[in-house]
């Protein structure tokens, strides 16, 4: 069974630009998160989505920060315009609604902005 | 605020060392608890995981711990740790709809 796929792994930019990274959970799985790992921090939750429904976005700085979940599956989330204060991993994870079950992880996308 | 602590961020070992690390969390009620283990270039993959009934837990890789909840802990533990055991290991708590709060982290170097 696939896993969490993310892209880019990578991505440095300069900034004031665009950015913009994929998630595609494990098939099935209702619940998407995106999480932003800090250097030396442990992830922090942006955004949670329920299908297409974004039910928990109270972290998201929604002043550059933005996500979609078109169709319940994929997902793509977007700074516009990137801070240096952004450069940090962004996780993305799915889990599905049966009890006792964990979320998955992606690998990441390492963001650098200079 | 609520929170989860793990007190020990940078741990080194000598191989066959016995491992504890420590994770307290900051929630009342019922809370679901996880460790999480990320080795060096790969994704964050699950060690283990506590629901409810038996509070020692039992992992992946010799791995258990154990959820006491007068003390809101929930620590990690491996009789003799590896070289491959190397990697950053989270605690996290999940309280209600399906968040997950994360512990800062804790770095494990064992020396071959």
């Known amino acids: 069974e696939a896993g969490v796929v993310q892209s880019p792994r990578y991505k440095i930019i300069e900034k004031k630009q665009p950015v913009a990274f994929w998630c595609n959970p494990i098939?099935?799985?209702?619940?998407l998160y995106w999480y932003r790992q800090n250097l030396g921090q442990g992830p922090e939750l942006l955004i949670r989505?329920?299908?297409?429904?974004?039910?928990?976005d109270s972290q998201l700085p929604k002043d550059r920060f933005s996500a979609e979940r078109l169709k319940g599956v994929d997902s793509t989330l977007k700074i516009q315009p990137a801070e240096l204060g952004d450069s940090a991993v962004y996780l993305c994870?799915?889990?599905?609604?049966?009890?006792?079950?964990?979320?998955?992880f992606g690998q990441g996308t390492r963001l650098t902005v200079v | 605020a609520q929170s989860v602590s793990q007190h020990n961020h940078h741990v080194i070992l000598s191989e066959a060392a016995s491992l504890e690390l420590g994770c307290n969390y900051s929630?009342?009620?019922?809370?679901?608890l996880f460790w999480y283990v990320q080795y060096p270039g790969q994704h964050l993959q699950l060690l283990l995981k506590?629901?409810?009934?038996?509070?020692l837990v039992k992992g992946i890789k010799g791995f258990e711990a154990e959820f006491i909840k007068s003390k809101f802990s929930f620590n990690l533990r491996k009789p003799s740790v590896q070289w491959s055991d190397t990697a950053e290991y989270f605690c996290a708590v999940r309280r209600g709809t399906y968040k997950y709060i994360f512990g800062t982290g804790t770095r494990l170097k064992v020396l071959a």
């Open positions: 506590y629901f409810s009934g038996d509070p």
């Open positions: 929630y009342g009620g019922t809370v679901n």
């Open positions: 989505y329920e299908n297409e429904e974004a039910v928990d």
């Open positions: 994870a799915s889990s599905s609604r049966a009890e006792n079950t964990e979320a998955f």
């Open positions: 098939s099935g799985h209702n619940t």
